[in-house]
């Protein structure tokens, strides 16, 4: 059973479930989502939970998931899912492209809410097996069964209903574990022009009895369809047996791994022995296997030798499970057993793998003084920075986690020098909190960023991802609230003499934070009440000389900026409207105009509360605790109404939109499809809507 990551971990979980002690495990603390989406809701995030036919003995196989939609098992009866992303964090370090993923027994892939998401270098996580990029993850098969070439027959065939892909990963062992290379085989000529986008919103996708492929389109209340794709090639076709579809690359490795596995049931003393060699293990999969044998028992039956072995790979696996099952007084042994392994003559792979070690000894067992600091800052301090962004980004979190001296200077330097966006904000974030370790010129420096230093670079393979889905690249929908929040607890480390010293600097970003409100629609006057009706006759005339600047204009004027996101602007109460076209034709977009309520995603649907008194309260939950329930009536005002849980006497999702009736009424048919040619456009002034 796939469970997203706003699933409750059931409370009954079988005493053998595999996956188990977990956390943001950051030496600092995350920020919440810009826009508030899931903050406060801790790990393990998405799950695949197992269990018997009739529900009982459930354990979380694997966890870390985002929102994984689909699953299916290849013929070496190994897992595989294509997980989704948190786009409203493009644009930022801990962004999560959507991926196919191996589920293995116990198996972690590092979603977390906020900015704690992990990066993929991270080994108390596994690897993505195949990055796609941007996109929306709908059902996925594999081709077992299919009448195509072998190639095909083997594939994993995944769907992305945004950007009207139907992918084929083709997959190669690794080890015990596997790679991938993806190729579009089903998509709309369109994802390759700047022709008008053609939507194909995938939605599931099967290998029919008769060897054809079948999948569907539609969702959201948009037209459904069913396609059948044959093969009609001269490649010589040949059905692959169960055994010619098997991979005989890989099978001892992933053998090995699930004899591990194994041991991760329940406490076994001959688990630490047999699982100890694989720690030094070259293959990620088999360390991780390893890893979680040894910690399925008793702590005081591996410490000493987890504490005691050299070999850096085996030390940095075990000294992992120790800093996440140690108690707190194992920490200065822990941090003594790293220190005894130098910096100089390790990978980067293994440099990252210490500094994870000790990361995750600082969430869990307290951020250390005295002398097991000073010998932590005496590891970490002369080699920061490093000559890599990965292992800087790790530096700086606990250096500036231990108030190291001189951290904040070479942090800041190091924002100063960064090329990219993503790297910058990194940096940023993590000066956040910290109170210690500045001056004046320190401040300035950092503060000025906001106003004049955000890079506009992103690394070759982020922009790469929109590129491949037929868009330009934008940040996320949380991005401008991520900098705010930032901005905000930042000041508050500053001291009245600093935040006056520093006036000048910190009025320009309060300034540029306060954009300016679309006028109220009842100063416009009424031109007509519209219905889908009067304008859908008028639909063909969206394809070719419309204003690009009057619809981009409307939209401001419609107020549906204050709501919606478009490009880098606007905001995140409703859908992000950037790739609209990609996902729904025009007639969809003028229902969605005009009857706001006859579609409305569970995403964005407000809450009806009825009272004990007989009272009725519809808006949106901006917050809720145990005892009470917050509701914004109005979404583009402020004000919010509070709700004791005890009071409530029926509540439910609302089937009337948040959007309000008649947006477009104060609008002549001119200005509406220029409108839709807008939204259609991507936010291209040269798309063909505006060709003449």
Known sequence: MVCGNFVDVPTDLATSSPHRTYGDDLAIKRAEDGNGFGAGRMPPGGYIARMDLDGKNVEMYSAGQRNTYDIDFNADGELFGFDSDMEWDWGAPWYRPVHV??????????FREGSAKWPEYYHDSLPQTTTIGIGCPTGVTFGTGAKFPAKYQKAFYICDWTYGRLIAVHLTPKGAGYTGTWENFVAPQSLRTNKGKTPLNLTDVVIGDDGAMYFTIGGRG???????VSYTGNEPF????????????????RELRRKLEAFNVEADPAAVEFAWPYLD??????????????????????????LGEKKPAAAFTALLALARWGSTNTQPAIISALASIPFAGLTEEQQLEKLRVIEVSLARQG??????????????????PAKTESVNRELSQILLALNAPGAVAKTVALLQQAKTQEEQVAYVMNLRNIRLGWNLD??????????????????????KWFEDAGIRFNNGASFPNFLAHAHEEAKFTMSPEEIIALNDVLSVYIA??????????????????WTTADLQSLLDQVSKGRNFGRGKEIFYQAQCSACHRYGDLGGAIGPDLTAVATRFKRQDLLESCTEPSKVVSEQYKDTAIETTEGKTIIGRIIEETTETVVLRPNPLEKDSVTVKKSEIENRQLSTTSPMPAGLLNTFSNEEILDLLAYLESLGDSKHPNFSR
């Open 101 to 110: 993923f191996h589920s293995v027994r116990g198996g972690e892939q590092g």
């Open 222 to 228: 948009t037209q459904a369809s069913l396609f059948r």
């Open 238 to 253: 040949k059905q692959l047996t169960a055994n010619e579809l098997r991979n005989d690359e890989g099978r001892d490795a």
């Open 281 to 306: 293990s070259p293959d990620r999969y088999i360390r991780y296997a390893a890893r979680l044998a040894v910690e399925r028992n008793p702590v005081s039956e591996w410490q000493a030798k987890a």
């Open 367 to 384: 951020i250390p003084t005295g002398e097991t600091a000073n010998r932590l800052i005496a590891d970490l301090d002369p080699i920061y």
């Open 442 to 463: 320190l401040r300035r420096t950092y503060l000025t960023w906001w106003n004049t230093g955000i890079s506009k670079e992103h690394p070759a393979r982020v922009v």
């Open 512 to 529: 540029a934070q306060t954009p300016k409100p679309a006028p109220a629609l009842s100063t416009r006057a009424l031109v007509k009440e």
